[in-house]
């Protein structure tokens, strides 16, 4: 069993959620994937490979995988977390403009800006959402 679906196994162990088929496939197609893909992508991948689910199943096993961090919302479009074992705030994505290759990186500046938007306006930060768009390293070379 691959590592993604043994942290999926333990953390619903843990909940008292059941591992149905439908998570089983919705894992098997994220840990795959070099992309962020859409629950409609998802859903025709699976009924592509004989494996077909509806899109409401898909949703609320992507909200689940969300809830606990192991996989990442961006943009409309869902990709396994790195290091879900990692629960700070700085998880964050490289995306490629031209393949749509996504990777993890982690970066620590919370606290600064926390810090700077509290001292100029008075403000409450509660977590950062950002994105880095451009090319990839093999795009680039292309
Ligand atoms: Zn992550
Ligand atoms: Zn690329």
């Not at 590592?3 to 840990?31: D, K, P, Y």
Request: charged share 25%; with cysteine.
């Amino acid at each position: 069993m691959s590592e993604f679906m043994s942290s999926v196994q333990n953390v619903f162990f843990a909940h008292g959620w059941r591992i149905t088929a439908g998570v089983q496939n919705v894992v098997s197609v994220l840990e795959k994937t070099e992309r962020p893909l859409s629950s409609t992508e998802i859903c025709t991948q699976l009924e592509e490979s004989g494996r077909p689910i509806d899109l409401t199943t898909v949703y609320r096993i992507l909200d689940r995988l969300v809830a606990i961090h192991l996989i990442h919302s961006l943009r409309g479009k869902f990709f396994r977390c790195a290091e879900p074992e990692n629960k700070t705030d700085s998880h964050h994505f490289l995306i490629c403009d031209n393949c749509g290759k996504a990777e993890e990186i982690f970066l620590d500046y919370f606290k600064s800006i926390e810090q700077q938007l509290h001292r100029e306006k008075q403000f409450g930060l509660r977590e950062v959402e950002m994105s880095f768009c451009g090319l990839c390293s093999e795009c680039r070379k292309n």
